[in-house]
């Protein structure tokens, strides 16, 4: 016969089986959308500097040449696509654009157009606090050929 003492025992480790499960849920939900937020700013940042840097690379200039302020509008309005809950100003206030176009290396008839793009974090994302107040910042390098 068994004493009371090990069924009891027996009993609380049993009705703890589930409880390593309920945290890993409770801890990898907020984990993962934090991840997914990070690599979703990352790639928009990304593809706003390729197209930033598209439109100085295929630009005709007519009667003026491509200008940092043109790329920026481009960066500008790419992020306003994605984030069309944020405000065009607060994207702006977030945003840091250098544009260069120089000689290439190989071939000095080619220029190289680059394109950076800083964004701050702080602009898209929705948990504000004391905690959190430090902000970090995307950047993000494209370089094309101008054609």
């Known amino acids: 016969m068994r004493s009371k003492g090990t069924s009891s ?3 609380r ?5 589930g409880v390593a499960c309920v945290e890993f849920a409770v801890i990898a939900l907020p984990l993962i ?4 937020g990070t690599v979703d700013v990352g790639q928009a940042v990304t593809s706003a500097a390729r197209e930033g840097c598209r439109m100085a690379s295929h630009h005709a200039p007519t009667t003026t040449p491509t200008s940092e302020t043109d790329v920026r509008a481009v960066v500008l309005d790419y992020l306003e696509q994605c984030y069309p809950r944020v405000a065009r100003a607060d994207l702006a206030a977030g945003l840091t654009v250098k544009y260069t176009l ?12 680059t394109v950076q793009v800083d964004f701050a974090f702080n602009t898209v994302r929705w948990l504000k606090g004391p905690g959190l107040a430090r902000s970090k910042v995307f950047s993000s390098k494209t370089i094309m050929r101008k054609e």
């Open 13 to 17: 480790s049993r009705n703890r089986r």
């Open 33 to 36: 959308v934090l991840i997914l």
């Open 102 to 113: 120089a000689p290439a290396l190989d071939d000095p008839n080619d220029r190289l157009v």
């Open 9 to 11: 025992c027996f009993r």
